[in-house]
């Protein structure tokens, strides 16, 4: 079977692997489904990644597609199961994980390998974090249950009252997600980002106000829009840069929220005002990741139909082309998110 595997920096290949034998509570999924995400372009230019890579190794981590092999030990799941596994699973039985803070959890077991024919789920992926797919939706849109699991998480995280006005940094998928999430909850959305075809999507999607981001990245045109406004209620950054990191907290009223969703490059740190915090009564936090729970909630979402999956998922591209279609997100192409189609 083949199976994209990253090499290092920039550099990915398609390898002829053969299929691994299954070992007790596993099972194999051939798939039907792989999306690209951001997290995987940042990993693709940085050659590894500190918690979930370290290369040579498999890549890809929303997936959808069909229970093919049962190891021994699998009772309630059947061959032909239409599945998503998660890309994680928690232990469930350190302290983070027993706070239910499962995203913390100090043993996360991850999961890559999503751009290939099929994929051996890990036994306790299978016992936590493995979803059947609700009637009728298809793999495509069900891939995207991790990448809104993750929005879910810092949504919620974040808090919306009804009537917030919330400023959304960064319009990539993660950022457009949020918007469409948050807009639901009740809040008026401004989304701050560069690219006028992503601008014009986060419009499509009802959000109220856009402001174009230049493309050296400067955000003083956001913090006009803010200052103008007194101040939003509240911030979701989603960009994953210390400047935009600072610029949230500048961009918040009085007793403002901000959630770093981004997450920056290692080593990289942030200069804030200690008595606008102080002073301004702000709550500042961070969120990562997702949990079992939220895996759930977004797939229910996502069956419910409540996520425009056409918006988000805009091209697509056999396995063979990946190493390309990576060259084409690093230069900022149109697509947001690109289905890998697996299947031979
Ligand atoms: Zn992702
Ligand atoms: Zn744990």
Same mark, same amino acid.
Not at 45 to 68: D, K, N, S, Y
Not at 164 to 189: C, E, H, K, T
Not at 202 to 208: D, I, R
Not at 272 to 279: E, F, K, R, S
């Given at each position: 079977?083949?199976?994209?595997?990253?090499?290092? *920096?920039?550099?990915?290949?398609?390898?002829?692997?053969?299929?691994?034998?299954?070992?007790?509570?596993?099972?194999?999924?051939?798939?039907?489904?792989?999306?690209?995400?951001? *997290?995987?372009?940042?990993?693709?230019?940085?050659?590894?990644?500190?918690?979930?890579? *370290?290369?040579?190794?498999?890549?890809?981590?929303?997936?959808?597609?069909?229970?093919?092999?049962?190891?021994?030990?699998?009772?309630?799941?059947?061959?032909?199961?239409?599945?998503?596994?998660?890309?994680?699973?928690?232990?469930?039985?350190?302290?983070?994980?027993?706070?239910?803070?499962?995203?913390?959890?100090?043993?996360?077991?991850?999961?890559?390998?999503?751009?290939?024919?099929?994929?051996?789920?890990?036994?306790?992926?299978?016992?936590?974090?493995?979803?059947?797919?609700?009637?009728?939706?298809?793999?495509?849109?069900?891939?995207?249950?991790?990448?809104?699991?993750?929005?879910?998480?810092?949504?919620?995280?974040?808090?919306?009252?009804?009537?917030? $006005?919330?400023?959304?940094?960064?319009?990539?998928?993660?950022?457009?997600?949020?918007?469409?999430?948050?807009?639901?909850?009740?809040? $008026?959305?401004?989304?701050?980002?560069?690219?006028?075809?992503?601008?014009?999507?986060?419009?499509?999607?009802?959000?109220?106000?856009?402001?174009?981001?230049?493309?050296?990245?400067?955000?003083?045109?956001?913090?006009?829009?803010?200052?103008?406004?007194?101040?939003?209620?509240?911030?979701?950054?989603?960009?994953?840069?210390?400047?935009?990191?600072?610029?949230?907290?500048?961009?918040?009223?009085?007793?403002?929220?901000?959630?770093?969703?981004?997450?920056?490059?290692?080593?990289?740190?942030?200069?804030?005002?200690?008595?606008?915090?102080?002073?301004? %009564?702000?709550?500042?936090?961070?969120?990562?990741?997702?949990?079992?729970?939220?895996?759930?909630?977004?797939?229910?979402?996502?069956?419910?139909?409540?996520?425009?999956?056409?918006?988000?998922?805009?091209?697509?591209?056999?396995? %063979?082309?990946?190493?390309?279609?990576?060259?084409?997100?690093?230069?900022?192409?149109?697509?947001?998110? *690109?289905?890998?189609?697996?299947?031979?």
């Amino acid at each position: 079977m083949k199976a994209a595997y990253l090499l290092g *920096t920039r550099s990915l290949e398609i390898r002829e692997v053969p299929e691994v034998p299954l070992g007790h509570g596993e099972v194999r999924i051939r798939i039907e489904a792989a999306l690209t995400c951001g *997290t995987d372009l940042k990993v693709w230019r940085r050659g590894h990644h500190a918690r979930m890579l *370290t290369p040579p190794c498999r890549f890809g981590h929303e997936l959808a597609g069909v229970i093919v092999g049962k190891g021994p030990g699998i009772s309630d799941w059947r061959t032909g199961d239409r599945v998503v596994a998660a890309n994680s699973a928690p232990c469930g039985g350190c302290r983070p994980c027993q706070r239910g803070q499962h995203q913390l959890c100090e043993d996360l077991l991850f999961l890559n390998g999503a751009y290939a024919e099929s994929i051996v789920v890990p036994e306790r992926i299978v016992r936590t974090n493995l979803h059947r797919i609700p009637d009728g939706l298809d793999f495509r849109a069900a891939a995207m249950a991790e990448p809104l699991a993750c929005v879910l998480l810092g949504g919620e995280e974040l808090g919306v009252e009804p009537g917030d $006005r919330i400023l959304v940094l960064g319009s990539g998928p993660i950022g457009l997600l949020a918007a469409v999430v948050l807009r639901s909850l009740g809040a $008026r959305i401004t989304v701050a980002g560069r690219g006028a075809h992503r601008l014009g999507v986060a419009q499509s999607l009802g959000v109220e106000d856009v402001i174009p981001v230049p493309v050296d990245g400067d955000l003083g045109v956001v913090l006009a829009h803010a200052k103008a406004l007194g101040g939003f209620d509240a911030v979701f950054e989603a960009v994953g840069q210390p400047q935009a990191w600072e610029a949230a907290v500048q961009a918040v009223r009085p007793g403002g929220r901000v959630n770093w969703f981004g997450g920056c490059p290692s080593g990289t740190s942030v200069r804030l005002d200690t008595a606008w915090i102080h002073y301004g %009564a702000l709550s500042l936090r961070a969120s990562f990741h997702h949990t079992p729970a939220m895996f759930r909630k977004a797939l229910g979402l996502l069956g419910a139909g409540t996520i425009p999956v056409d918006s988000f998922v805009t091209a697509e591209a056999p396995l %063979a082309d990946l190493p390309r279609v990576f060259e084409e997100l690093d230069r900022g192409g149109a697509a947001l998110k *690109t289905l890998i189609r697996c299947g031979r």
